[in-house]
């Protein structure tokens, strides 16, 4: 047991030895001392409760430390992996540096040029191409739409405005619009799909092509391709 040295005035040690009358001064203040925090008993429980402390403490800070050990395991991995792709990296570089560029595998000006989609390929997505949508782009619009008339699009005009379509579409259309017998706009844009209805309200808006009522066509103003 740890040995305690107390320096107490005089009075204060003949208070405690008059409160426990036949002991000595130093058995009298270790039972005063005693009392104070408890007594003996209470000293040795306060003890095992530290030490119950102690050990949930140990408890709940292992599996922490576990886990660190396992981070910090992974992190040296990692840092083992990046130092391998490092080094093929450093490898490629090398090899790709050391290898000569032939002639025959420049690309030339003209071979960018044959790669750009020409516009009858442009139209051939599209379907359907108005001449306000392209009018910022295509510096000389006529012979433009001349070239894709040459290549076989129908040119159509309509509301002040050409319009392109391509050929096999423009046919699709007319087919769908011989066999539509409303002028209904959500049956007509389902039927038509949205080229075919946008193409429709330009020519109905431009007065190329009208609905009769009386026996529920669609007709062109004039014959048309």
Do not use: C, H
């Amino acid at each position: 047991m740890p040995k305690v040295v107390v320096d107490l005035p005089y009075s204060v040690i003949e208070k405690i030895i008059k409160k426990y009358p036949g002991s000595t001064v130093e058995d009298a203040v270790r039972q005063f001392i005693l009392d104070v925090v408890g007594g003996e008993v209470q000293v040795i429980q306060t003890q095992q409760d530290l030490s119950r402390v102690q050990r949930l403490l140990q408890d709940m800070v292992n599996p922490f430390t576990a886990k660190v050990d396992e981070v910090a395991r992974r992190l040296s991995d990692v840092v083992e992996t990046l130092d391998s792709l490092s080094e093929r990296v450093k490898t490629l570089e090398e090899e790709v540096r050391s290898l000569k560029v032939r002639p025959e595998a420049q690309v030339t000006t003209q071979q960018v040029k044959e790669v750009k989609k020409s516009a009858i390929d442009v139209l051939r997505d599209q379907k359907v191409m108005f001449e306000k949508d392209i009018a910022s782009k295509i510096r000389n619009r006529d012979a433009f739409f001349d070239k894709l008339r040459r290549e076989g699009a129908v040119v159509l005009e309509a509301k002040g405005q050409r319009i392109a379509v391509e050929p096999n579409f423009w046919n699709e259309f007319k087919e769908k619009l011989e066999g539509l017998t409303t002028n209904n706009e959500s049956e007509v844009r389902e039927k038509l799909g949205k080229a075919g209805y946008n193409l429709l309200k330009t020519l109905w808006e431009g007065g190329v092509i009208y609905y009769d009522s009386v026996n529920k066509k669609w007709r062109f103003t004039e014959e048309t391709t």
